[in-house]
């Protein structure tokens, strides 16, 4: 998914749109709450897709003084995050680098990583477990893990939570264009096999196990938006 060329949303409005996820707050604490359990002062995360700077806004406060490198291809939603560090005081701990995990340098190594809402965009055609694989060789043993994805069982699933996720869109007051887009894709989407982007839960947790990844629990799930604690092995 290409948020330069093609954005799936208003990016400028991107803060909004997340409104699009019943309790997205709930979301981002429980990653900070996960990351202030499991982390000593100064940990360094790795933030990945860390573009829009939810994940920043969380991390950032925290008491741990966390050392943050947020990645992300996309120059705009870095953009939205590169805002927000300059309104707070994390600006000399934190480094946003355009690009993929595969950018960053040589041999960096972290204590933690995020990929919160970024992996759903994939095929699982090899390109999810590569995504996931490459975010594990940047990490020590031992290290958290918080993955948020779209994820349903199968697409009779899909297909039942897509008007609630636009009905409560709406109620939250945005507009049917935008609550109503995902949607309109569900007779072209695959849930199972090498062209399926949303997977079921099961899938997910084998990926993590092939890529490196041991699952410590399910920690969030709204609708189809659900995100899981894992540790590197
Ligand atoms: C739905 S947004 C989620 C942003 C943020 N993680 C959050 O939770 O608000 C998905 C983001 O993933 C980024 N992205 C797409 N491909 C990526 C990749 N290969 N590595 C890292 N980020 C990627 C997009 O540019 C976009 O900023």
Redesign the pocket.
């Known amino acids: 998914?290409?948020?330069?060329a093609a954005p799936?949303?208003p990016?400028a409005d991107?803060r909004r749109v997340?409104m699009m996820i019943p309790g997205a707050e709930a979301?981002?604490s429980c990653l900070r709450a996960v990351m202030d359990v499991s982390l000593p002062t100064g940990a360094e995360v790795l933030?990945?897709?860390?573009?829009?700077?939810?994940?920043i806004e969380a991390l950032a406060p925290s008491d741990k003084a966390y050392r943050l490198t947020g990645?992300?291809?996309?120059g705009?939603?870095?953009s939205v995050?590169r805002d927000y560090v300059a309104s707070t005081d994390a600006t000399d701990r934190t480094v946003l680098v355009k690009?993929?995990?595969n950018d960053l340098e040589h041999g960096l190594r972290f204590d933690a990583a995020?990929?919160?809402?970024?992996m759903h965009?994939?095929p699982d055609d090899g390109t999810k477990l590569d995504?996931l694989r490459a975010i594990r060789r940047r990490l020590r043993p031992g290290a958290p893990y918080v993955h948020?994805d779209v994820s349903a069982a199968d697409r009779a699933m899909f297909a039942r939570l897509s008007p609630v996720v636009e009905a409560h869109g709406g109620l939250v007051g945005l507009p049917p264009e935008v609550a109503g887009a995902p949607g309109r894709h569900i007779g072209q989407m695959a849930f199972d096999g090498p062209k399926a982007l949303v997977v079921p839960e099961r899938r997910t947790l084998e990926l993590f196990e092939e890529a490196g990844f041991r699952p410590v629990a399910p920690i969030f799930r709204s609708l189809w938006y659900a995100a899981w604690w894992a540790e590197a092995v």
């Open positions: 998914m290409d948020y330069d799936p949303m990016v991107y997340q979301l981002y933030i990945v897709g860390a573009g829009g700077g939810r994940e990645v992300d291809p996309s705009d939603m870095l995050a690009g993929t995990v995020t990929s919160m809402l970024v965009f994939f995504y948020a």
